[in-house]
Structures are given as structure tokens and as C-alpha cells.
């Protein structure tokens, strides 16, 4: 019986992997479309062959022809716009935005200046697989600031080796809500109690084994 659970639990992974790459499939599909919506608006417009109007008008007759069609309306056509314009001459960059969500490409359009920060975001969501909630976190603790204190200058980062194996010189950890003076017990107890948060500010290279580990340096042990 156990062969025959093994045997089972192989097809359910099948049927994963293969829904994984479906789901993949489409979200490069539809990233590559906004892309070259953005790219034919974009180049129109630099020829002069439209005005800002004609945007108007574009997202009026989408409307109005394929009203089941949704994301088309003016803001989302200039977003497209902006997405290509932002890393058309980016030859590192511009092969791998189709691996993030449009939703996500969004956040960092919205939430960032510079393109060496767009790029940081762009290359830490494909490492971390980041979920909207969780690209805002790093967003709204400036997490890309924290990073760039954190060494001496900006390096290009590898996919999918994004961040150094080190830890930061600071953390936010405002979600373990502790009182103003607490104990080193406190402090743990707050960690594991949040754990997940946690894991997602030091990055998800760490993993957790125990509340309690024994550690062996040289020639002693901590640890209980």
C-alpha cells in the first residue's frame, strides 16, 4: 500500500508541476502583450503620429468594441506605456520581466524612483517568488534602502542569486509588537511566534528547525 501511495502522490505532483507551467505560460503571455501594447503606443507617439488624445480615444474604442476585455481602459494604457519605456534599453533587465505578475510589475512602477531600485524589486521577486502582500512589505519597509546601507555600492545581482548571503545591518520588525522594554526570553518567544514574518525579513534562504538547537562552536555546545 505504501508503493501505491508513492505511486499516487507522483501523479499529484505531475498534475502540479504541470498546472505550475500552465499558470506560467499565461502570465508571460499576458506580461509580453502589455509589453507590446506599450511598446506600439509608446513608438506612435515618439513619431508624432499621435498625441496624448489618441490614448483617450484607443481605450474609448476598446471599450466600446471588446467590452469584455478589462485592464485597457487610459490608466492601464499608459501603464503599459510607462512598463516598456522603463526597460526597453535595458538589456539585462528587459528578458526577465516576464517572469513576475503584472500586479507586481505594477507595485514597483508605482513605488519606486530610481531604476537601479526597479531593477533590485524586479530581481528579488523572481529569487523570492514574491506574492503581491509580500513585495508591499519590502516596498513599505524600504527594504531596498535598508540593503544599499547594508554594503558598499550597488552590484549587478544574478538571477536567481539576488541578495548576498549575509544579514542586514537592521531589521524591521515592527510586526513582533513588544513593549518598550522587554526581556531576551520576550524577544524569542515574539520571533517564533511571528516566525513566518521573520523568515520573510531575513529572506527565504533560512529555514526554521527547532525553537530550541543544539549548535556546536569548537570545542562547546549551545543550545538546549
Not at 501511495?5 to 507522483?10: A, I, T, V, W, Y
Not at 503599459?80 to 513576475?100: C, G, H, R, W
Not at 537592521?170 to 522594554?181: A, M, S
Not at 515574539?190 to 538547537?213: H, M, R, V
Amino acid at each position: 500500500m505504501a508503493d501505491i501511495g508513492n505511486d499516487f502522490n507522483n501523479v499529484i505532483n505531475l498534475i502540479h508541476r504541470s498546472r505550475e507551467s500552465a499558470l506560467r505560460k499565461v502570465n508571460e503571455e499576458l506580461i509580453l502583450l502589455y509589453w507590446n501594447v506599450g511598446k506600439y503606443i509608446s513608438e506612435q507617439m515618439e513619431n508624432q503620429k499621435w498625441g496624448n488624445s489618441y490614448i483617450d480615444e484607443l481605450a474609448k474604442f476598446i471599450s466600446m468594441n471588446c467590452p469584455e476585455i478589462k485592464g485597457f481602459n487610459r490608466r492601464g494604457l499608459y501603464r503599459m506605456k510607462q512598463f516598456y519605456e522603463t526597460y526597453k534599453d535595458n538589456a539585462f533587465v528587459s528578458p526577465l520581466v516576464t517572469q513576475i505578475s503584472w500586479t507586481n510589475h505594477l507595485l514597483i512602477l508605482s513605488s519606486t524612483k530610481s531604476i537601479e531600485e526597479k531593477e533590485f524589486y524586479l530581481k528579488l521577486c523572481i529569487k523570492e517568488k514574491y506574492s503581491k502582500r509580500e513585495l508591499q512589505r519590502q516596498l513599505d519597509s524600504s527594504y531596498f534602502e535598508r540593503y544599499m546601507l547594508s554594503t558598499e555600492k550597488l552590484e549587478p545581482m544574478p538571477v536567481p542569486k539576488v541578495i548576498k548571503d549575509n544579514f542586514l545591518d537592521t531589521y524591521v520588525l515592527e510586526f513582533l509588537n513588544l513593549p518598550e522594554r522587554f526581556s531576551e526570553y520576550d524577544f524569542k518567544k515574539a520571533i517564533i511566534g511571528n516566525l513566518k514574518k521573520f523568515i520573510l525579513e531575513i529572506g527565504k534562504d533560512f529555514t526554521f528547525i527547532g525553537e530550541e538547537y543544539r549548535v556546536s562552536v569548537g570545542n562547546s555546545v549551545s543550545g538546549k
